[in-house]
C-alpha cells in the first residue's frame, strides 16, 4: 500500500468510528467526524497532510 492508501483508509475509518460513537456513546465524538472533514479540506487546497507527513517518515512509499 502506497500513502495515498493508508490516508483514504485512515480517514475512513475515523469518520465511520466516531460516527458510532457518537450515535452511541456521546454526541461529542462527532467532533472527531468534523476534524477529519476540515483536515480533508485544508489538505485538498494546500496539498500537505499530517498523517501523510507522518507516514512519509515512517517509510511508507509514495
Do not use: C, E, I
Given at each position: ?30 467532533l472527531v ?15 500537505w497532510c ?13
Open positions: 500500500m502506497k500513502v495515498n492508501d493508508y490516508l483514504r483508509a485512515v480517514a475512513g475509518l475515523l469518520v465511520l468510528l466516531s460516527l458510532a460513537l457518537g450515535y452511541w456513546a456521546h454526541p461529542a465524538f462527532y467526524t468534523a476534524f477529519v472533514g476540515l483536515n480533508l479540506l485544508q489538505s485538498g487546497f494546500s496539498h499530517p498523517l501523510m507527513s507522518l507516514l512519509r517518515a515512517r517509510g511508507v512509499p509514495d
